[in-house]
């Protein structure tokens, strides 16, 4: 009788160590979810890197690849203004430009890198002769050589000119893009720029 259970608890033992070794043993679908360590889409999950964006065509990331040096430049400008100038409405106004653009810029960068772009510069990669309204190196020496009323006049024809230019751009933008976010940053300098131009243009009919 002893002998006889003996067997028979040997021989269950023994078929459970076989199916626990089968069942380690198979890759079939029945391995417990999210056990999958080597997958691709488990890789991607743990990144925790977003994807690029896809919303977008190459005359957005013309625009804004253009816009970024623009800006500089423009805020370059605007910050010659407190050491050169006293009218006090010109100061105001190079005080709303650099406001309004040093943000532009970084708003530019995020969106650049959220379509997967290289990061802007301020160089851009492109001359004066790319884009509109951008001043040449000898109008930004001549314009950093002058102070009071003559710079006024100098920052206030050249800032049109640099506006119009913007504007310029941001319609083309308006016109060929396809990111809503890009086209409304355009939207955006064009309403703000042209509202400048207006004020600057009557600054000057004042002297």
């Known amino acids: 009788m002893f002998i006889t259970r003996t067997r028979i608890t040997v021989t269950i033992a023994a078929t459970a160590a076989a199916l626990f070794v089968a069942g380690c043993g198979n890759d079939d679908s029945g391995s417990m979810p999210g056990m999958e360590h080597g997958s691709s889409a488990g890789a991607t999950a743990s990144s925790g890197l977003p994807a690029a964006r896809t919303d977008f065509n190459s005359a957005d990331v013309t625009f804004l ?11 370059e400008m605007a910050k010659l203004v407190p050491g050169r100038s006293g009218n006090q409405q ?22 650049l890198q959220s379509f997967g772009q290289q990061a802007p510069t301020a160089a851009g990669g492109h001359t004066g002769h790319d884009m509109a309204g951008m001043m040449t190196p000898e109008q ?29 751009m941001a319609n083309t933008e308006l016109a060929t893009g396809t990111n809503p976010d890009t086209k409304a940053l355009a939207g955006a ?11 600057m243009r009557a600054m000057l009919g004042q002297g």
Request: glycine share 4%; hydrophobic share 50%.
């Open 140 to 168: 930004m020496s001549s314009l950093h050589a002058a102070s009071g009323v003559e710079f006024d006049r100098q920052w206030m024809t050249m800032m049109i000119d640099h506006h119009a230019g913007a504007i310029a």
């Open 65 to 75: 690849h253009m816009m970024y040096p623009h800006h500089a430049q423009a805020v």
């Open 90 to 111: 010109l100061l105001a106004l190079a005080t709303e430009v650099e406001k309004a653009q040093a943000p532009e810029m970084q708003q530019i960068s995020t969106l």
């Open 189 to 199: 300098i064009v309403t703000a720029q042209q509202a400048e131009i207006g004020t």
